[in-house]
């Protein structure tokens, strides 16, 4: 992993403008855009990887008025490994010295903004501290999710020690570049019932599915339908910001996806699929016909069995409606939260500010118990708490009263009457599947769609992947599992795209995903499913910790609250085929050095 963990050097980074002259003598500039200090003058030669900006580069002594130019360093105040945020003057660039070599891109990941010098470097990519994406540092593009963009990148020279960038304003600016895609060439009708590619759910793994075959050249009909009103919309977002809209949450509007050709049919539900005839058939009588099929429906509520009367004001969270209609409910009103999942604890953080009171409701001791352990679940149940949160665990609910078509109470079983104005159903999730009983299409016992490695049914032509799915996953020899995150969608989208082109290719991802609450968020990595022991470093009470979940004598998972960008190291040790033993964490615990995971670097073993 080489330096990618050393503390940067306190460096004052003064910033030089310089116009381009058409005599200046050009150093260093090596063919993919870095600068080596020992290079021979070379001319970059990065066509059609690194950003738009630069994939036609003008000749040098051509300073056109949308570029900038700036001399961000001496060549020695970075060392190798390090990363240096620097200012050109009309926006900041990331600044990475690797192997000797300088590049440079967009500071911020296009995900959720976040400034990637604090996240980490290795083997020429740079991972997200907040969520886990990766950037190749030479072209700018994401390698891993999640998000669907990738950096511009700017070119890069020394001349006489100092470094220099030079860069287009634009970029600068948007921090974010969509990789070029392959536009439809085929003559079709809007009404024909016949796509080449027909997608079924417009969540991360159908959109980065569409994406990745435009990327990669497919030129023939991709359709993609969804029961959704909206366009993509990044649907973790609405148990985290209950107010915002669609539009503020929306990944893709409708123009990107017309001039990519990947047209979306929203409101329209699959009700039945042919295998044989190769169709599908929605719920308002449409009738297509596909050459490959992608699933990717995802979950839905898991159903709850009680006692009551039909009422308006009882939700799952689902879609930007709901959020809004929860919100507004709860102003000042009394809330009741069914369920601890990660959702309905989200929600349940966002109402505290709202609501008259918050109620939650849960079948274990404490929150988070299976999927974090009971020590963590218990501080994070302390931070509720603290904000006037009640609990009242254990418990079911047996009935719900309401009024003139509206929630008044909710019973539980214990015998607890509970006001309720509003009630939003937490409780997990089910995969999304009804559908395909009939279909010949393999469901295991709980209705999860099996796949293999490059996401395929056992149908010929049909594939699935996100939450509706098991599939093989390699860290655990090839075990069929389910992992229901965001992040893990983007994944699957992007091999089912290049399978079904031929191309296959092996999920090497690392599972991430956070949660947020509080303004404090829980970023959690690897698949600790079945952990048997959890060493905590750190803070519990103080909610600055680190989690490592171990089963027998490995590292399987790690999360934190307060020690970014600890998770995404934890990944990198993880994503590069290296193991990290329980032994050496504990050790690290007894030393009390909480987070500093960089001597074990060299101890994973393969």
Not at 341 to 369: N, Q
Not at 458 to 485: L, T
Request: glycine share 8%; charged share 25%.
């Amino acid at each position: 992993m080489g330096g990618c963990f050393s503390k940067p050097k306190p460096v004052e980074v003064k910033v030089e403008l310089s116009l381009l002259e058409k005599e200046k003598e050009v150093d260093g500039l090596s063919p993919n855009g870095k600068a080596s200090p020992f290079a021979e003058c070379r001319p970059n030669g990065a066509l059609g990887h690194g950003s738009d900006d630069d994939s036609t580069p003008l000749p040098l002594y051509h300073k056109p008025r949308d570029y900038v130019e700036a001399s961000v360093c001496h060549v020695k105040d970075l060392e190798n490994g390090q990363m240096r945020e620097v200012d050109l003057g009309s926006g900041r660039a990331l600044l990475i010295k690797e192997h000797g070599e300088f590049s440079a891109m967009g500071h911020k990941c296009p995900h959720y903004g976040a400034p990637l010098v604090k996240g980490v470097l290795s083997k020429g990519h740079v991972r997200c501290p907040w969520h886990g994406a990766c950037f190749n540092i030479a072209t700018g593009d994401i390698e891993d999710f999640p998000g669907l963009d990738s950096l511009p990148t700017f070119q890069v020279r020394v001349e006489k020690d100092k470094v220099i960038i030079r860069a287009n304003k634009q970029a600068l600016q948007s921090q974010k570049r969509s990789k070029p895609m392959a536009r439809c060439s085929a003559v079709i009708n809007s009404s024909s019932g016949f796509s080449h590619v027909l997608i079924i759910g417009s969540g991360p793994a159908g959109l980065v599915c569409a994406e990745t075959l435009r990327q990669e050249g497919f030129t023939d009909r991709i359709v993609m339908c969804t029961m959704d009103r909206h366009p993509p919309y990044d649907r973790p977002k609405l148990s985290k910001s209950l107010d915002s809209t669609a539009e503020q949450l929306r990944l893709r509007s409708m123009e990107f996806l017309q001039d990519h050709d990947i047209e979306l049919l929203t409101e329209k539900e699959v009700v039945a699929i042919d295998v044989k005839t190769r169709s599908v058939t929605f719920e308002d009588g449409l009738r297509m016909e596909y050459r490959k099929l992608f699933i990717a429906t995802g979950s839905k509520p898991k159903p709850m069995n009680y006692k009551g009367k039909d009422v308006t004001n009882v939700f799952n969270i689902r879609t930007p409606e709901d959020a809004n209609s929860i919100a507004r409910l709860a102003n000042n009103k009394n809330a009741v939260i069914v369920g601890t999942s990660f959702v309905g604890m989200e929600v349940a953080a966002a109402l505290t500010d709202k609501a008259h009171s918050v109620s939650v409701i849960g079948i274990e001791s404490v929150p988070f118990k299976k999927a974090l352990g009971e020590k963590v679940g218990k501080a994070i149940m302390k931070l509720f708490e603290v904000n006037r949160v009640k609990f009242y665990m254990l418990n079911e609910v047996s009935e719900m009263i309401g009024h003139h078509g509206q929630l008044k109470e909710v019973v539980l079983k214990s015998g607890k009457v509970l006001r309720a104005d509003v009630c939003v159903i937490g409780a997990g999730s089910i995969p999304a599947t009804s559908f395909l009983k009939q279909s010949g299409i393999h469901l295991d016992s709980k209705g999860f769609i099996t796949v293999n490695k490059m996401m395929q049914t056992n149908v010929d032509g049909v594939f699935a992947g996100g939450d509706v799915v098991m599939f093989p996953f390699p860290p655990r020899n090839n075990k069929k599992v389910n992992i229901p995150h965001w992040q893990m969608a983007h994944v699957h989208g992007r091999v089912a795209a290049l399978s079904m082109m031929g191309r296959a290719t092996d999920i090497k991802t690392v599972p991430y995903f956070w949660s947020a609450m509080f303004g404090k968020t829980i970023r959690y990595a690897g698949y600790g499913d079945g952990f048997d022991d959890v060493i905590i470093q750190g803070d519990l009470d103080e909610l600055r910790f680190v989690a490592f979940y171990t089963r027998s004598e490995e590292v399987v998972a790690v999360a934190s609250m307060n020690y970014d960008p600890i998770v995404s190291r934890v990944a990198e040790v993880l994503g590069s085929g290296k193991t990290i033993k329980k032994r050496d964490v504990e050790m690290l615990a007894r030393l009390g050095k909480t987070g500093d995971i960089s001597w074990l670097i060299d101890k994973g073993s393969q």
